[in-house]
């Protein structure tokens, strides 16, 4: 079992910055990737990034290119989000979540083993 527990969402203006962070414990996270999705209200959940935990190899949806990173601390065994440059669409529930394999970057929700609760950011126009 893994617990994910994000933190850091919030209120910010359009053109601001946040950093979001996820927390884990629980099993050991060698071999697994870690990913962030959100879900604005009415729409389906949507991937945002994800980042294998050994090689830190990433991927981005076309969305958040150029604006997010995503980054780990292995020995803190957490993962963060910055996200610079927020928009108003960017307004979602943003989850995180892990894979229990790494051996290829997945964007699917459905690939993905454990969830944390989800952390609310609003972007003001």
């Known amino acids: 079992q893994v617990q994910l527990v994000e933190s850091g969402g919030g209120l910010v203006q359009a053109g601001g910055s946040l950093r979001l962070s996820c927390a884990a414990s629980g099993r050991s996270l060698s071999n697994g990737a870690m990913g962030w999705f959100r879900q604005a209200p009415g729409k389906e959940r949507e991937f945002v990034t994800t980042i294998t935990w050994n090689a830190g190899s990433t991927a981005y949806g076309d969305s958040v290119k150029g604006r997010f990173t995503v980054s780990r601390d292995n020995a803190k065994n957490t993962v963060f989000l910055q996200m610079n440059s927020l928009k108003p669409e960017d307004t979602a529930v943003y989850y995180c979540?892990?894979?229990?394999?790494?051996?290829?970057?997945?964007?699917?929700?459905?690939?993905?083993?454990?969830w944390g609760q989800g952390t609310q950011v609003t972007v003001s126009s």
């Open positions: 979540a892990f894979r229990k394999t790494a051996m290829w970057l997945s964007i699917r929700r459905d690939e993905y083993d454990y």
